[in-house]
């Protein structure tokens, strides 16, 4: 049941998206609503006063693939995910999809939904972040292409002059030697201590070409100087050199980072165990 001050519109096309954002003030916008429902104390589900439906624009409903990348729209439901198989999705994305609440929710939940929900990053944020997604943004009279790490903050991102639609999101086609999801916390549940861990690694002739390490729960973070200390190095790593790279952690990862001693234990535990596959 809807609190009787909500007007919903829906949208047919991305057009009207666009339409809407511009005519009507203050209107947020919204697909499966599980990230609201989940959110409710009372019995009546309480939405804005002015929501913006796109549950069932095709466009947004879709997910193309070409050999430089492959595009979501930001309605592909999570469970629409998992029936594309694992072949044919990055595997920490698959993995972390696989993870998520029950099939019911999943029938629901969407992609989009999943990666903008408010005051903690969910779990298919980090293995976007790490894949260098990028996010097509639609405002009331434009479109524009923006990294994840420029449209989210952890500190909050500022309101805008104007409304945003989030509507595809683009993540490259990359193969990799290595590829890891990791969750902490209670299966299913999100709580303070909820976070997902990523670490992704490419090698070519026993050297190390790349690596990602990502982290997401209720702050996210990608160090990509921490990633240029390692890219480069010959394997197996040495013990001398795991022994480094674990006291550079302790400097790049600090308590200043991490607000909660627990977190940042379970992330140093799970940095050091991938580390230890390059040895």
Same mark, same amino acid.
């Given at each position: ?6 007007t ?8 009207e998206?666009q339409t809407l ?6 209107? !947020?916008?919204a697909?499966?609503?599980t990230?609201i #429902?989940?959110r409710?104390t009372?019995?009546a589900?309480?939405?804005p ?7 069932g624009?095709?466009?947004?409903? %879709?997910?193309?693939?070409?050999? @430089?990348?492959?595009?979501? /729209?930001?309605?592909?439901t999570?469970? %629409?995910?998992l029936?594309?198989?694992r ?5 920490v994305?698959?993995?972390a ?6 099939? #019911? ?7 989009? /939904?999943?990666? %903008? #929900? ?6 298919t944020?980090a293995?976007?972040l #790490? ?10 009279t434009?479109?524009?292409?923006v990294?994840?790490? @420029?449209?989210?903050?952890?500190? /909050? ?5 104007f ?5 595809r999101?683009r993540?490259?086609?990359e193969?990799?030697?290595?590829a890891?999801? @990791? @969750?902490?916390?209670?299966?299913c549940?999100? !709580? ?6 990523i ?8 050297v ?19 990633e240029?200390?390692?890219?480069g190095r010959?394997?197996?790593l040495?013990?001398?050199d ?11 990862f600090d ?5 909660e %001693? ?6 140093l535990?799970?940095?050091e165990? !991938?580390?230890r596959?390059l040895?």
């Amino acid at each position: 049941m809807l609190n009787k001050t909500t007007t919903v519109y829906r949208a047919n096309s991305v057009t009207e998206i666009q339409t809407l954002l511009r005519n009507i003030s203050g209107i !947020s916008v919204a697909a499966g609503c599980t990230e609201i #429902a989940r959110r409710q104390t009372g019995r009546a589900l309480s939405l804005p006063t002015h929501v913006l439906s796109i549950a069932g624009i095709p466009d947004l409903c %879709s997910v193309t693939k070409t050999e @430089r990348y492959i595009d979501f /729209g930001a309605c592909v439901t999570l469970a %629409s995910l998992l029936e594309l198989g694992r072949k044919n999705l990055p595997e920490v994305l698959f993995d972390a999809v696989s993870g998520i609440a029950n099939p #019911a929710v999943r029938s629901l939940a969407t992609l989009g /939904g999943n990666i %903008s #929900a408010k005051g903690h990053r969910l779990s298919t944020f980090a293995p976007l972040l #790490a894949l260098d997604a990028r996010l097509e943004i639609k405002t009331p009279t434009d479109t524009y292409w923006v990294p994840m790490t @420029r449209f989210f903050s952890n500190t /909050g991102k500022e309101q805008p002059g104007f409304p945003e639609c989030l509507c595809r999101i683009r993540v490259p086609v990359e193969q990799w030697d290595i590829a890891l999801y @990791r @969750r902490t916390g209670k299966p299913c549940l999100v !709580s303070d201590t909820t976070a997902s861990f990523i670490f992704l690694v490419k090698t070519q002739k026993k050297v190390l070409t790349d690596i990602r390490i990502a982290w997401a729960g209720k702050f996210f973070f990608r160090k990509r100087e921490f990633e240029n200390l390692i890219i480069g190095r010959t394997l197996p790593l040495s013990e001398k050199d795991m022994v480094n790279l674990m006291d550079k952690s302790e400097l790049f990862f600090d308590q200043l980072l991490f607000l909660e %001693s627990y977190n940042r234990a379970c992330f140093l535990n799970l940095l050091e165990d !991938s580390l230890r596959l390059l040895t």
